[in-house]
């Protein structure tokens, strides 16, 4: 499955890129799936990604939890925590 990751923030900055598209396993079908299988794209993803728990994901812009299938999607988003008012 193809998928156009879309980074923000601190992890856009460590991965050094906004957005890319990547042919997505088969065996990759939660967002944490992805998350675990990002990590291993190299030391960049791994830096970037290295605490998941607290990285955000959004599926076609709507926030979802990690165990959320990631099937049928056409962009995810990651980025951290935010905060604001």
């Given at each position: 499955?193809?998928?156009?990751?879309?980074?923000?923030?601190?992890?856009?900055?460590?991965?050094?890129?906004?957005?890319e598209?990547?042919?997505?396993?088969?065996?990759?079908?939660?967002?944490r799936?992805?998350?675990?299988?990002?990590?291993?794209l190299?030391?960049?993803?791994?830096?970037?990604?290295?605490?998941?728990?607290v990285?955000?994901?959004?599926?076609?812009?709507e926030?979802?939890?990690?165990?959320?299938?990631?099937?049928?999607?056409?962009?995810?988003?990651?980025?951290p925590?935010?905060t604001?008012?």
């Open positions: 499955m193809k998928v156009k990751l879309v980074y923000f923030a601190w992890v856009r900055e460590r991965i050094d890129k906004p957005e598209e990547i042919d997505i396993p088969e065996t990759v079908v939660t967002g799936d992805l998350l675990n299988h990002l990590k291993t190299g030391e960049e993803y791994e830096a970037a990604l290295q605490y998941p728990e990285i955000r994901l959004a599926i076609n812009q926030h979802v939890d990690h165990d959320e299938p990631i099937a049928g999607a056409r962009e995810i988003g990651i980025f925590p935010m604001g008012g």
